[in-house]
């Protein structure tokens, strides 16, 4: 590895585009990060800035290492700041499916927020696998069997995928394998492809012939309700339908899979211990897979 000053005086030069600027940034002279700049250069045996004008310009080469310590000393910063406290005031942040801040979080999360008024939370539901990054989301709420490389998991609650619909969909229907949806309309939720990949997984390859429909995550269980498509969902979020007569059970995963709380190895901050504190005890009477 170079050493550190080089590659720190590099960053700031390409941060900040002269020499003088860069200099400053670091309070050391603009002849220092020159000769830092060119020992690094000299170190990797490539070219980072282009001098040939009256302005530097970084090479194509000097651009990739200048976003690779972007990345670099950004997250070096807001470790440290994680360690020492400086977050503390930082709002806790929440990533989750739509369909588990629609269906789970969001009904209950006034029991938190009375328990922790002094907590800020902010809630992202995507459908996107968001990194786990020092400074961003402190806590991610995810579906599937706890394997994340280089993160803990801890299970939530258990809740197999099942494909459901409305009665009056499949009315009249005789429903014994998984081709036989394919003629149905599907319901999809944005951003996924939760219906061919269940298809798929289960040897279908006949195409749909009635379409899909892609809507966010919150609106997918409305128009299952209404008999607008069949759907892969959780079970968790269709039971009481099903048990009502509003859906019907057309077919049920039979692996032990459910939503698991994820986080960084490590030690959480003090807002982050809390909300997986009482999100664990929210959940404790679901939660095994048995």
């Known amino acids: 590895m170079p050493p550190l000053t080089a590659l720190r005086a590099f960053s700031a030069l390409a941060e900040t585009g002269a020499t003088a600027a860069a200099g ?3 309070n050391v002279s603009h002849a220092a990060i020159s000769q830092q700049v060119k020992q690094l250069e000299t170190h990797l045996d490539v070219a980072l800035v282009d001098r040939s004008g009256r302005q530097l310009v970084l090479t194509a080469e000097g651009q990739q290492l200048a976003d690779a310590l972007t990345l670099g000393f950004g997250a070096i910063a807001r470790a440290i700041e994680a360690l020492t406290g400086a977050d503390a005031d930082r709002p ?3 990533s989750a499916t739509p369909g588990f801040a629609a269906q789970w979080l969001m009904p209950c999360l006034s029991a938190f927020r009375q328990a922790h008024p002094q907590i800020d939370l902010m ?5 996107n696998m968001v990194p786990l990054e020092p400074g961003g989301i402190d806590v991610a709420l995810r579906y599937g069997t706890g394997d994340w490389p280089g993160l803990e998991a801890e299970l939530l609650f258990c809740s197999p995928i099942v494909a459901a619909a409305a009665p009056s969909l499949v009315e009249g229907m005789k429903i014994t394998r998984p081709a036989d949806l394919v003629h149905l309309p599907w319901l ?3 951003g996924t492809n939760e219906a061919s990949d269940w298809l798929r997984r289960r040897g279908v390859t006949e195409a749909r012939a009635a379409g899909l429909v892609q809507v966010p995550g919150n609106l997918l269980l409305d128009g299952l309700r209404n008999g ?3 759907a ?3 079970r968790e979020w269709v039971k009481q339908d099903i048990a009502a007569g509003r859906l019907v059970l057309l077919f049920e995963d039979q692996e032990d899979a459910g939503y698991y709380i994820v986080t960084r190895p490590g030690v959480l901050r003090a807002p982050a211990k809390a909300f997986v504190k009482w999100l664990k005890k929210q959940a404790k009477p679901m939660q095994s897979c048995e």
């Open 24 to 26: 400053a940034q670091l």
């Open 92 to 94: 806790l942040q929440v």
């Open 123 to 127: 809630i992202d539901p995507t459908p």
């Open 188 to 190: 999809q939720e944005f």
């Open 228 to 230: 607008q498509g069949v």
């Open 232 to 234: 892969v969902t959780v």
